[in-house]
């Protein structure tokens, strides 16, 4: 195989393993390109290749996508396959049979590779509303954000990061992994969402306060319920946050307002003189909705600049969305 062509078939399993681990849509994989490539090679080589990165992985294989998506994906592959050879593959069959047999869950599993070599794992719902919330699932302003830490570590090492609507947890898993923080405190108002994060800290090998971490690398992570309508600043001076961050919390009016209130309430809390630095994540889906935002900040008397955006994707999302990252200065 050429140099060329084997950067070119390793890029492609790249992108299928990326893609499948966290359970991306199906028609954001580079269909085309296997099909081309299937079309020049005379043998299944290939396509076993792409089931070892994908469903047989071995983060798949302890923590599995939901049933339903690895069911369509076997079965996309089986087309692709089909179209090209007339000779079955078994092992495709055979992973899809064992599928067939499994029973749906209500939730699966999405995992991200980190430069690192590690990687996290979140248990997410399998409905984008589950539960009356949509912190159940990962947004692309998560990744985005995570993205840019890990690029930026220095910001986060050393320091105690609280993180406003953490969801399912993926931007402060990622910091707690790669930018080692002296202490992470995830927080959530609804119930259900709390739950879930506490669920995917312990499974990333990260331990809760009162546990002692015998990892001396290791943050102290807890999980705060944090509800921003009736937050006081006594509450939040407690943290002693030295950064605060939020990802795609920006959704509707309320929420812009209610988070305002609370952004007010922190710079109030002075540690050493010195109010926390601040980063907000967003996806620029309605212009208006952010018009509105910093137009609360300038009203709040929060300053307010565009961090430049970062070229490397590390992870896989919309790479047609517009996203931002606003550094505040309370």
């Known amino acids: 195989m050429a140099p060329e062509e084997s950067a070119g078939t390793e890029g492609l399993l790249r992108s299928f393993e990326r893609r499948f681990l ?27 290749d792409i089931l ?17 998506y690895v069911r369509c994906f076997l079965s996309e592959l089986i087309k692709k396959h089909e179209a090209v050879h007339t000779e ?38 399998t409905a984008i509303v589950s539960h009356g919330t949509t912190g159940l699932v990962t947004w692309d302003a998560a990744l985005y954000l995570a993205e840019w830490a890990i690029e930026n570590p220095a910001a986060f090492t050393h320091r105690i990061v ?40 312990l499974l990333n090998g990260l331990l809760l306060e009162p ?10 992570v807890t999980v705060a319920h944090l509800d921003w309508d009736v937050v006081t600043i006594s509450q939040l001076s407690a943290f002693q946050p030295d950064v605060v961050i939020a990802a795609d919390v920006l959704y ?30 967003f996806t620029i889906r309605n ?3 952010c018009q509105l935002f910093t137009t609360k900040l300038g009203q709040a008397g929060i300053r307010w600049e565009a961090v430049p955006p970062h070229n490397r994707k590390l992870f896989p999302y919309d790479e047609h969305s517009e996203m931002a990252i606003l550094q505040l200065t309370l």
């Open 287 to 289: 212009p208006e909705t």
């Open 22 to 48: 966290a359970a991306r849509a199906l028609c954001s994989f580079p269909w085309q390109s296997l099909e081309e490539k299937l079309r020049n090679s005379s043998d299944s080589e290939l396509l076993m």
């Open 88 to 125: 079955p593959l078994d092992e495709l069959y055979e992973a899809l049979a064992e599928v067939l047999t499994t029973k749906e869950s209500i939730q699966g599993h999405r995992s991200y590779l980190l430069p690192s070599g590690d990687s996290v794992t979140l248990s997410e719902s």
């Open 162 to 201: 609280l993180e406003l609507g953490s969801g399912a947890g993926l931007t402060g898993l990622a910091i707690c992994k790669t930018c080692h923080p002296r202490a992470y405190i995830f927080s959530d108002y609804h119930s259900r969402v709390l739950e879930q994060l506490r669920g995917n800290v």
């Open 211 to 220: 546990g002692i971490t015998t990892n001396s690398e290791s943050p102290r």
């Open 52 to 68: 070892q990165k994908t469903v047989k992985h071995p983060l798949c294989v302890r923590h599995p996508p939901a049933v339903k």
């Open 252 to 281: 509707c009016p309320e929420v812009i307002l209610s988070l305002v209130k609370v952004l007010q309430y922190l710079s109030s809390c002075l540690k050493d003189q010195r109010t926390p630095d601040v980063f907000v994540a």
